[in-house]
Structures are given as C-alpha cells and as structure tokens.
C-alpha cells in the first residue's frame, strides 16, 4: 500500500517555496509559450544561469516542456504540462487563501523619507489610518531601511548622505521590486523624464493625491515588469507635458524617451501578438479536456541536448 506523503516534505511544496520557480509558472500560464528570453523579461532580476537551472528543474519534474522550434537560429520555448497546469491552480488557490485571510488584516508598509521633518510627521498623520508607516531623515537610513518588508517607498529626492535618486538605483541594482515615488521640489526640467522612479510627485503634495500615489504604487507589485516599466515611462512623459507644457516635446530628452517607450510597446505587442495562437491552442485542449471529464498529460518533446 503506497503510503501518503507528508503534507509538509512534497515536491509540490518544495517547487513552490522557491523563489523564481512560481513566477515561472505563472509568467507560462499566463503568457503561453515563452522563449528563454521571454522568460528572462517576465522575471526581472534572474541570471541567465539561475533562469536555465530553474527551467531544468521544472522539466526533470514533468511541469513544463521544452521544444525546439527553429535550428538556425536555435530558438525553444517552454510550455506547461498537464502538471504545471494543475502546479498554477494551487498557486491561484494560495493567492485566494491570502485574499481571505492576509489581505486587510495587515496594513501596507510605507516608508517615508525626507529631511524635512515637519512634512514626515505630517505625512504619517495622513497615513496613519491606513498604512504602517516607517520614517527616515537621510538618504543612508532611508536606504538601510528599505528592505524587503517596505511595501511602498515615498522618497524625497534631495536628502543628505544619498539622494532620492540614487536610492532607487541601489534597489534597483540589489533586484527588489519595492515601487518607489519621489518627491521633488527642484524646478522640473525634460532631464527629470529619466529618474528612475514609479511615479514623480511635485511638491507640495496634498493629502489625497499622496494617498492615491501610495495607492497606485503598492498595486505595482502584481504587474508584470515589461508593463510596470512601460507604465513608468508613461507617467514620467506626462509629468513633464504636466509641469512644462506641449513645447517639452520639442525636447531631446523628451524624444528619446518617447521612442523608447514606442520601442518598448512595439516589443510587447508583437510578443503577445506571436503568443495568441499558443494561447488559442492551450484554451482549446484544455475545453476539450473538461468535455471529456479526465486530464490527460501534455507531449513533452526531451532535448537531445
């Protein structure tokens, strides 16, 4: 009699306790057929080795197939099977666990950070309601405190010891995916539509527009990160159309900008475009699979290597 394994020692939970493994499975099943370049876009941060590691481990479990689609140049790309489907349908239920029983009852984390303390402590006052809201007076301690904990980082963009901007590109570089506003008080010029930042904010800032930002940027962590980035650049064109008017346009930061934001946006929308027939493919086995009333295994082409 096969014994029943132990809820806690699975190679489902193992799989699932990884850090890249999940959004692999959910980057497939919600984008299709990916490439391994696809796959490298939709999960910022990963090397290429850690990428190629995790892909082969997830095959070595059956939960996705790798198929060789074009020799010259070499291209694969990787699917779910059977098992990497039913792998998905247990991540959505623990993503449903955690809107029944987290969402709500832990409030977001801000963190806010300016030298000015009057505006810190008036900031807090607005948010305390809503939000666990941590301070910081300089760049080094806003820094040392923006760790994986912060939901949403309000930064300032001129502090002593680091500035607003070279905040984010430290958290960028360190792979955390915390969305950051900054706040400015400097005069707006076309140079600002390149600060590395979620959202750009003019001071001084009202209470509901600082509570709409907060808001916007702590749904930033469900996107993925092409259209995260995309949705940054966005903004930050319009915040200069905003504070400098339709002659910014005219500008060569403004036009480099806006290419490669068209660049950015022609990228994506031939990628989706190139997935749909995978995707069309994948809905219809999976309706012919519920019509026939039992799951039947995806072919898994092995690579030769």
């Known amino acids: ?19 890249w493994k999940p959004r692999l499975i959910v980057a497939l099943a919600t984008e299709g057929r990916l490439g391994f370049g696809e796959c490298k876009r ?11 590691d995790n892909l082969e481990e997830l095959r070595e479990h059956d939960v996705i197939s790798r198929d060789v689609v074009q020799e010259q140049p070499r291209r694969v790309e990787y699917e779910l099977t059977a098992a990497g489907r039913e792998l998905y349908t247990i991540l959505e239920s623990m993503a449903d666990w955690d809107a029944t029983y987290v969402v709500g009852t832990g409030a977001p984390t801000v963190l806010l950070a300016d030298d000015e303390r009057r505006l810190l402590e008036l900031y807090s006052v607005w948010l305390a309601a809503d939000y666990d809201v941590v301070t910081a007076a300089d760049g080094r301690e806003a820094l040392a405190l923006l760790d994986e904990s912060v939901d949403v980082a309000i930064l300032d963009r001129a502090m002593p010891g680091l500035s607003g901007e070279e905040i984010v590109t430290a958290v960028v570089n360190a792979g955390q995916e915390t969305p950051i506003g900054i706040l400015t008080s400097k005069q707006v010029s076309p140079d600002d539509v ?22 916007e940027l702590n749904q930033l962590t469900t996107v993925a990160p092409i259209a995260r980035d995309i949705e940054a650049r966005t903004h930050r064109l319009a915040f200069l159309e905003t504070h400098l008017g339709s002659a910014v346009k005219s500008t060569g930061p403004y036009r480099r900008a806006k290419s490669e934001l068209d660049e950015l946006e022609t990228e994506r929308a031939a ?20 019509e026939a009333g039992s799951g039947s295994e995806s072919a898994t082409d092995d690579d030769p290597n």
């Open 1 to 19: 009699m096969t014994q029943t394994p132990n809820p806690a020692q699975t190679i489902a939970g193992s799989i699932l306790g990884t850090k």
């Open 42 to 52: 939709e999960l910022e941060g990963i090397s290429n080795k850690v990428l190629s």
């Open 271 to 290: 990628t989706a475009a190139a997935r749909e027939p995978w995707r069309r493919l994948l809905e219809r086995e999976d309706e012919d699979g519920s």
């Open 194 to 215: 390149t600060v590395p930042a979620d959202r750009l904010l003019r001071k001084p800032i009202a209470k509901d527009e600082l509570i709409d930002v907060i808001e």
